[in-house]
């Protein structure tokens, strides 16, 4: 236990003293790409997905296809193995057009780059509250936050601090540019509460690993512990929820922001199974649109690593 500590603070202390350096990369990173044309820089970001294909370690690469393997059981191995290189594309050319995102709209106009589907929707839905935003790690997620105040809809956002405190403050300052705000996920809840009750939006993404705290819902055929949090903020307030995503259109240059389902939570019944039925309702749209273009979703972290069974009940 003592050398598995002394290893740990060894590994914590050399990525405290990178912290300056990757920093500094992700600065020069980003003016470069801002010199570029869109498409250039489309381009150079093709071609670090492909090298962080090839440099991510093995354990990683090997773990993102057995999810794709068993989401999609009639794939061959070639084809599973084509599809997560398309997933580092997908991922790489992302983070490019969130960090050019903000330049395009003041180049362009939103009205040329962004359009919106779907979101009549709201439009015949008395609410004395926010709306609860919902989405996945699946299309351009950065490009949703900061597109939906330029729509009319600013949001707060709720998103785990990055490890490097430089960084971190960095890609909170991008997210903010277009008058989305971030909270920290520790200890939001009573904070969201107070922001639905003002008429303020909120966002929040429903598709991590929810270890003791979430609840069981089927995801590709598997039970995956999902954030309860978005239909308990329903429940609780009255709150409509939105699940929107974002994705190129087609190959035009812009985006298509669409919202795909409007839920209306029902407050009179058993809340916890209100909570479980709006839970899985949530995960299985974000399911059907994964399966449209599972290149754009991001496979390579542990979805399912709690299973039923794995803590005790608290």
């Not at 997560?84 to 050319?93: E, M, P, S």
Request: glycine residues 8%; charged residues 30%; proline residues 5%.
């Amino acid at each position: 236990m003592t050398t598995r500590r002394a290893r740990r603070d060894a590994l914590r202390r050399r990525r405290e003293r990178l912290e300056p350096l990757v920093y500094v990369g992700a600065r020069y990173a980003h003016a470069f790409l801002n010199l570029l044309p869109w498409s250039a820089g489309r381009s150079v970001a093709r071609c670090l997905g492909r090298l962080a294909y090839l440099l991510d370690s093995r354990e990683r690469r090997a773990m993102a296809l057995e999810n794709l393997r068993r989401s999609f059981p009639s794939w061959t191995a070639a084809h599973a193995e084509q599809v997560l290189k398309d997933v580092y594309h997908h991922l790489a050319v992302s983070i490019s057009d969130t960090l050019s995102f903000v330049r395009l709209v003041r180049g362009t106009g939103l009205d040329q780059l962004v359009e919106r589907v779907g979101f009549e929707k709201l439009e015949g839905v008395r609410r004395r509250t926010g709306i609860v935003f919902v989405t996945g790690h699946f299309g351009h997620w950065e490009v949703l936050g900061a597109a939906l105040p330029l729509l009319g809809y600013p949001v707060w956002s709720v998103g785990r601090p990055l490890r490097n405190r430089l960084v971190d403050r960095y890609v909170r300052r991008m997210r903010q540019r277009t008058g989305q705000r971030m909270l920290s996920s520790r200890g939001a809840m009573l904070q969201l509460i107070r922001l639905l009750k003002r008429g303020q939006n909120v966002g929040l993404l429903v598709d991590q690993d929810a270890r003791k705290t979430g609840v069981f819902v089927d995801f590709f055929g598997r039970p995956a512990s999902t954030t309860p949090t978005p239909a308990r903020l329903a429940v609780y307030t009255g709150a409509p929820i939105a699940f929107v995503y974002a994705r190129r259109a087609g190959r035009a240059s812009r985006f298509r922001i669409v919202l795909a389902d409007l839920i209306e939570p029902q407050q009179q019944g058993d809340p916890d199974a209100e909570v479980r039925r709006i839970t899985q309702r949530l995960t299985s749209d974000l399911e059907r649109e994964i399966r449209k273009a599972p290149e754009e979703w991001l496979w390579l972290h542990r979805r399912w690593k709690t299973y039923p069974g794995k803590y005790r009940p608290v």
